[in-house]
């Protein structure tokens, strides 16, 4: 990196999301855009340690719960060199839900293509540069169960760090109901930050920076002040998925207004009676 540090993020290596200890810029690049399934973080708490103690300096981009770790492994005496970044995050999903639904429908997890869980403000399984999981322009699935929160970890919906007070030197995510709401559908992201070391890391950046409210902020981002709510129909969408009933049938029960409204619309799609 330009600084001479190493990022530690997470990207998609095979079939599965890792997260892995770099300055290669390439990896990076694999690293960007959301990703809405639980990660892996085997051996990264070590690896960054590791780094910290050779006298390098460290950022660490991941989960609240993921960033309180490793803060709490590193311990003290290395902070210094950590830098943190967390995510405003509404839940995570287990990688198995993820995984079928994608056999379901024909599709995979490879070193091949990198799987994208969005464009901006379209919400929809895409492999980078290539075609959609199912048509342009209609939510998939499992956007849909990941939107309304059915297949969440169970102890995201009690998490500790869904709120104000955060344990990063950066909070990134979706700018919502802020004063810039007009050029949300362009891209941009909420940047909160929490410490000198925060303000040093976005001052060695290019990026565009206007000032917000932080109340409307945090007024308009749930899980700046609480975890996301339990579905009354979450119990039942996992049971039936420990018991192997497809996904798609799973999400259509749970969500049925909602599968029929992006059926509808892959209807009229197919007919060219819409534009996607």
């Known amino acids: 990196m330009a600084s001479n540090g190493l990022v530690c993020s997470c990207a998609q290596e095979g079939g599965e999301f890792r997260f892995h200890l770099t300055s290669d810029a390439d990896y990076l690049r694999r690293a960007q855009g959301s990703k809405y399934v639980k990660s892996n ?15 390098q300096r460290v950022l660490f981009i991941g989960l609240p719960c993921q960033v309180a770790a490793m803060r709490n492994f590193v311990g003290s005496r290395l902070a210094d060199s950590l830098y943190t970044i967390d995510l405003i995050c509404h839940g995570s999903p287990s990688p198995k839900v993820l995984s079928r ?31 959609t999981v199912g048509r342009t322009g209609v939510r998939d699935r499992y956007s849909i169960a990941f939107l ?34 007009d050029e949300v559908a362009n891209g941009i992201s ?28 945090v007024a308009n981002n749930e899980q700046l002040q609480r975890p996301s709510t339990k579905p009354i129909e979450r119990n039942t969408f996992m049971d039936g998925f420990r018991n192997g009933v497809r996904v798609n049938r799973l999400v259509l029960r749970a969500r049925p207004k909602d599968c029929a409204k992006y059926l509808v619309k892959d209807i009229l799609l197919a007919l060219g009676l819409l534009r996607g």
Do not use: H
């Open 190 to 217: 909420l940047a909160l930050v929490q410490t000198d070391k925060g303000r040093e890391l976005l001052e060695m950046t290019d990026l565009e920076l206007l000032p917000v409210d932080p109340g409307l902020a």
């Open 148 to 181: 309304s929160g059915l297949p969440y970890t169970e102890g995201c919906y009690s998490c500790r760090y869904a709120k104000g007070d955060r344990v990063s030197d950066i909070t990134l995510g979706d700018s919502w109901g802020s004063e810039l709401s």
């Open 41 to 55: 973080p085997l051996g990264a708490y070590r690896e960054v340690r590791e780094a910290l103690q050779g006298g």
């Open 101 to 131: 639904f994608l056999e379901e429908t024909g599709n995979n997890l490879s070193n091949e293509l990198i799987l994208d869980f969005r464009k901006k403000v379209q919400f929809q399984l895409r492999y980078r540069g290539a075609e």
